[in-house]
């Protein structure tokens, strides 16, 4: 099968814009998970969809939404872009999102904001 | 929240010894476990998992222990290679927050040829 995949693999943008990323999660996985990645934070949960509902949210600002469609593929969105939003956002796929449930991750998109 | 503290930051070691990365956290619901390995540029890569109802689980040169009662979980890693030099990082989940991960810091292992 193939594994997870992300587009685009980078990006740059300035203060103020928005963006928006994409994930494809394996083929039969039905929960799509994003987590962004910093230096200074490390990997930190930012929301899960399962069957086109968000099930789950960390505790990022609401400039941060996503959706899933109804082949399961994610997009997640950042408006009003901040420097601090600089990051890797990585989604991670699993079939439907139980407890103990293994995830596979996608290699990431790397977002500059400038 | 679940908080999961992660020790340490960095390790260095030489090829053949053994490594010990370990994690402490803090929410008794936890039940799930997993280790992840990141390679410079690359995405994480589960390497080994364990759930609450198990003590020790091992997969050739990795093992991971839980100790439940103290609520922290390490990851050993046997006869280091070069190619095991990567972030490890430890995560802990519970039932009812679905799969959601709370993640350790990473720690930075290099195993010196």
């Known amino acids: 099968k193939a594994g997870v995949t992300q587009t685009p693999r980078y990006l740059i943008k300035t203060r103020g814009q928005q963006v928006t990323l994409s994930c494809s999660p394996i083929?039969?996985?039905?929960?799509v998970s994003w987590y962004q990645q910093t230096p200074g934070q490390g990997l930190q949960f930012l929301f899960e969809?399962?069957?086109?509902?968000?099930?789950n949210k960390g505790n990022f600002p609401g400039r941060f939404s996503g959706r899933q469609f109804s082949n399961s593929r994610s997009e997640m969105n950042v408006s009003t872009l901040e420097l601090g939003d600089s990051a890797l956002y990585l989604c991670?796929?699993?079939?439907?999102?139980?407890?103990?449930?293994?995830?596979?991750f996608g290699p990431g998109t790397r977002l500059l904001v400038l | 929240g679940e908080n999961v503290e992660q020790h340490p930051s960095t390790l260095s070691v030489q090829e053949g010894d053994s490594a010990v990365i370990k994690c402490t956290y803090s929410?008794?619901?936890?039940?799930?476990f997993p280790w992840y390995k990141q390679e410079l540029g690359k995405r994480p890569q589960l390497i080994i998992d364990?759930?609450?109802?198990?003590g020790e689980k091992k997969d050739q040169r990795i093992a991971v222990t839980l100790n439940k009662t103290a609520k922290h979980f390490s990851l050993h890693i046997t006869e280091t290679q070069p190619e095991d030099s990567a972030v490890y990082f430890c995560?802990?989940?519970?039932?009812?927050?679905?799969?959601?991960?709370?993640f350790g810091g990473g720690t930075r292992l290099m195993v010196k040829p």
């Open positions: 991670a796929s699993s079939l439907s999102g139980l407890g103990g449930e293994t995830q596979y």
């Open positions: 969809y399962f069957s086109e509902t968000q099930r």
């Open positions: 929410d008794s619901a936890s039940n799930y």
């Open positions: 364990i759930r609450s109802n198990v």
């Open positions: 083929s039969g996985h039905r929960s």
């Open positions: 995560a802990a989940s519970n039932d009812n927050a679905g799969n959601m991960l709370t």
